[in-house]
């Protein structure tokens, strides 16, 4: 059938052109962030938690992905950044009390809004389903629209009260330019919070430092009426003895003679504790030297050499 009666076919109905791009649904795209979690592409389920760059998790999720140290692991775009569970916030959301989608069995009979949300802002009351912006607090974690904190504006939260500052506030899903400047900040945070920390560790070795230079420093002399004592190896003490001088101009105090006196009481000698009366005698059987730890000559033998306890 076709081509008869004069008709006459175009150009576009006989040579195939390039195919259209295909355009991404914005109703999907908007179901997929808002209610995804952007690791899993799971649903999202509380503990959720949010990225620096304003990214939706599951908290699990963000778990098993630090946790997973293994060669096999493949690298997550969604989580590249995060480095530490320290990297992410959990929200504070705000339950909506129109939303029924998990108290309602579906059986395919009813029809689905995808627009409703499960979470709302507590200040306007506008649903968190993407068709409006919404950012949350770094201190807190609490969700709040974008038009709240405009239209109430305050330095302090308006759910739990802690006070914050502009950077502090992240939004949720934005755009390519959000994610820019979230993006600068995070690196800006993150090398304030390298260089306090080399800072400390400074500190803290020059502290150590000054303690131990403190330590070996020489105190005060121990010396007294003008006589230095000092010890030997050999047990012999060395008495340096300092006069002055008897001269009536009024000279200052020279060092005199010194003179070496070897004293026999100084002189160490070795004593047994089984011989000392100061002790007792269950202090002494602690010691081998004490007459239960030698061993008699029955429990000797003639054949192993002798050691300290066979004497």
């Known amino acids: 059938m076709g081509c008869d009666g004069g008709t006459i076919p175009k150009r576009h109905e006989l040579v195939k052109g390039p195919r259209k791009v295909e355009k991404v649904d914005k109703n999907a795209e908007l179901v997929a962030r808002w209610h995804y979690c952007a690791l899993s592409q799971e649903k999202l389920r509380r503990p959720i938690v949010a990225?620096?760059?304003?990214?939706?998790y599951n908290k699990d999720?963000?778990?098993e992905f630090l946790l997973d140290k293994s060669a096999d692991k493949a690298p997550m775009e969604a989580a590249s950044h995060i480095k530490s569970i320290k990297n992410v916030t959990e929200l504070n959301l705000a339950d909506n009390p129109a939303w029924s989608g998990?108290?309602?069995s579906i059986k395919g009979d009813k029809y689905d809004d995808m627009q409703s949300a499960r979470f709302?802002?507590?200040v306007v009351g506008l649903e968190m389903n993407g068709r409006h912006r919404f950012c949350f607090l770094r201190n807190c974690g609490c969700v709040f629209s974008e038009r709240a904190l405009k239209e109430v504006k305050a330095e302090v939260c308006h759910k739990c009260g802690v006070p914050f500052q502009g950077e502090d506030v992240i939004i949720l899903n934005g755009n390519k330019e959000d994610v820019e400047t979230l993006k600068k900040r995070m690196e800006d945070r993150r090398l304030k919070s390298k260089l306090e920390k080399k800072s400390?560790?400074?500190k803290s070795a020059e502290l150590a430092s000054q303690q131990d230079?403190?330590?070996d420093s020489p105190g005060p002399s121990k010396a007294k009426n003008g006589q230095d004592c000092i010890s030997s190896t050999s047990g012999e003490k060395r008495q340096i003895i300092f006069t002055k001088s008897s001269a009536d101009n009024g000279n200052s105090s020279v060092p005199g003679k010194v003179s070496k006196v070897n004293k026999a009481s100084s002189i160490a000698t070795k004593r047994s504790?089984?011989?000392s009366e100061e002790k007792s005698?269950?202090?002494k059987s602690i010691f081998t030297s004490h007459s239960s730890a030698k061993r008699s000559k029955e429990e000797c033998s003639n054949w192993v050499t002798h050691t300290a306890y066979y004497f």
């Not at 990225?51 to 939706?56: A, N, Q, T, V």
């Open 51 to 56: 990225c620096e760059l304003g990214r939706l």
């Open 61 to 63: 999720a963000i778990i």
């Open 102 to 104: 998990d108290k309602e």
């Open 120 to 122: 709302i802002c507590p």
């Open 200 to 202: 400390k560790k400074c």
């Open 213 to 215: 230079t403190a330590e």
């Open 273 to 275: 504790i089984a011989d």
């Open 281 to 283: 005698e269950a202090y």
